[in-house]
């Protein structure tokens, strides 16, 4: 296992727009750091600079301390999981498996043992003499993570391994690859688009802005303190309320936009603002009720077991402390000394 | 694009001088020639049809260009391969202006002209040309039959989602 440094990674495409720009990141021996961002912020872009499938336009990748940015694949000794799986759909389950092992020239006794305990880590014992075609999505994704893990390489790549599972399953995946990190240990990379994904899996996560490194820190902390409104609105589910100062009854403010999240606000009989209920969506224990408000509409969070439906007139509370401050043209977060 | 037969005179010219009237290697090389633009074609089609991941895959699992192509690439081309293979073959074998006009020995004859000349000014010897058609129709058959399972699409299923 090794660290990976990125140095002023940039790619440029031909017709001159950016897909990464000027990325700095390190990501530490064994971390878990997952690059998150909207379709098209160069995410996946990032990732397959790491792994050499494209080369950057300047700047360096250094895995474990050296210089890799000119070498190959193959010579950069990194795994990947693809979101499509890509396993070989000529070989069966051992064959892929065992395919990085063949190439790398292991000998067949050392190979089979691999192959073994790989598939015995993973619970797919039972499959190896399968074809692809003849597995569940949950089982070709189990393959593609073993063909990953047998090569025993110096970081693992994920390019949204789980975006073609079904919801269950993934929310099952999602804590198996929790678990296996903990227990091997290595260092993992993650991209993903899903803000769920990153905030459960990571140790921290690197938001990414249209090529930029927008924030980089632990889930908890861009979560609670991000540091523009692009971060604070990816964030959360549902969506940070953003509206003006004075549509939550604060003291008007120019050029200021505030952000609230919908579990900040609640619904109180006696609450400070009113409003009209928009629409209820229950989600179990809890109950996401949208107000619309004098000239915006805001989500807030109520108990599973609230009565309310559309047309009622209900009252809303929330702390001060709560509110976050958002300069509208730029989108960067004021800080309560600074706003 | 030319129609053969306007192609069959300057071609007969240059395989003369090159002396190679009468020797298989006269019909090699121009056949080879006028299948090799289809054959690409088709293989193009083909190769492009792979999912792209699959030779990252491979070069991410330690295989070099090649290396990807050899191992992957080309295992899951084979019903291409195949199919375009047969084809070239029976449009070789079943030449007949080419073959007619750069052979004359009768032992470098292929079996279409050989079937031709079958007829002499006498008689048409229909039972005979009936019988040597389907003598010479077997091999293609033989040979489309023992590939059939390798043309059938789908090889690739299961490699990528969808």
Not at chain 1, 327 to 339: F, K, N, P, W, Y
């Amino acid at each position: 296992m090794a660290s990976v440094r990125l140095r002023g990674l940039s790619k440029q495409y031909r017709d001159g727009a950016f897909a990464v720009r000027a990325l700095d990141l390190e990501i530490a021996d064994g971390e878990f750091l997952c690059l998150v961002g909207p379709s098209g912020c160069g995410k996946s872009t990032t990732l397959h600079l790491i792994a050499g499938l494209e080369e950057p336009t300047s700047g360096t990748v250094e895995i474990g301390g050296a210089d890799v940015t000119r070498l190959s694949p193959r010579e950069r000794d990194l795994a990947m999981v693809f979101q499509s799986y890509a396993l070989y759909p000529h070989l069966d389950v051992r064959g892929n498996l065992a395919f990085p092992l063949k190439v790398a020239g292991l000998s067949p006794a050392l190979l089979r043992q691999r192959v073994d305990e790989t598939a015995e880590l993973l619970g797919i014992t039972s499959l190896l003499a399968r074809k692809p075609r003849e597995l569940s999505g949950g089982q070709r994704q189990r393959v593609a993570l073993g063909r990953a893990l047998v090569r025993r390489p110096r970081a693992f790549l994920f390019d949204e391994p789980l975006s073609n599972l079904d919801a269950n399953l993934r929310a099952q995946m999602r804590g198996e690859l929790k678990k296996l990190h903990e227990t091997l240990g290595g260092t993992f990379i993650y991209v993903t688009h899903d803000q769920a994904e990153a905030m459960t899996l990571s140790d921290r996560v690197a938001l990414m802005n249209e090529g930029r490194l927008e924030q980089l820190g632990p889930a908890r902390t861009l979560y609670d303190e991000p540091r523009s409104l692009f971060a604070a609105r990816f964030f959360g589910a549902p969506a940070l309320n953003v509206c003006a100062p004075a549509a939550l009854g604060l003291s008007p403010q120019d050029g200021v936009l505030v952000g609230l999240r919908p579990e900040h606000l609640t619904i109180d009989a006696q609450g400070p603002l009113r409003g009209r209920v928009y629409l209820v969506e229950p989600m179990g224990a809890d109950a996401w009720v949208t107000v619309q408000l004098d000239g915006v509409r805001v989500t807030a969070r109520a108990e599973g077991t609230i009565a309310l439906r559309s047309g009622d007139e209900v009252g809303l509370r929330f702390e001060p402390t709560r509110v976050l401050r958002f300069d509208e043209g730029t989108g960067a977060r004021l800080t309560a000394t600074g706003g | 694009m030319f129609p053969p037969i306007a192609t069959v005179g300057p071609l007969f010219l240059a395989v003369r001088a090159l002396g190679l009237r009468d020797h298989l290697a006269g019909l090699v090389v121009p056949y080879a020639t006028f299948a090799l633009p289809l054959s690409l074609w088709i293989l193009t089609s083909h190769f492009k049809e792979l999912p792209l991941e699959l030779y990252r895959a491979a070069k991410i699992d330690g295989c070099t260009s090649f290396g990807a192509f050899r191992r992957v690439l080309l295992p899951l081309a084979a019903p291409g391969l195949v199919t375009t293979g047969l084809l070239v073959f029976i449009s070789s074998w079943n030449e007949f202006l080419f073959a007619l006009t750069f052979t004359s020995a009768p032992e470098r004859r292929t079996v279409p002209v050989a079937i031709a000349l079958f007829s002499s000014g006498h008689a048409e010897p229909w039972t005979q040309i009936a019988a040597a058609s389907v003598v010479a129709t077997m091999p293609l058959v033989a040979l489309t039959l023992l590939f059939q399972r390798r043309l059938v699409a789908g090889l690739t299923s299961g490699a990528v989602k969808g």
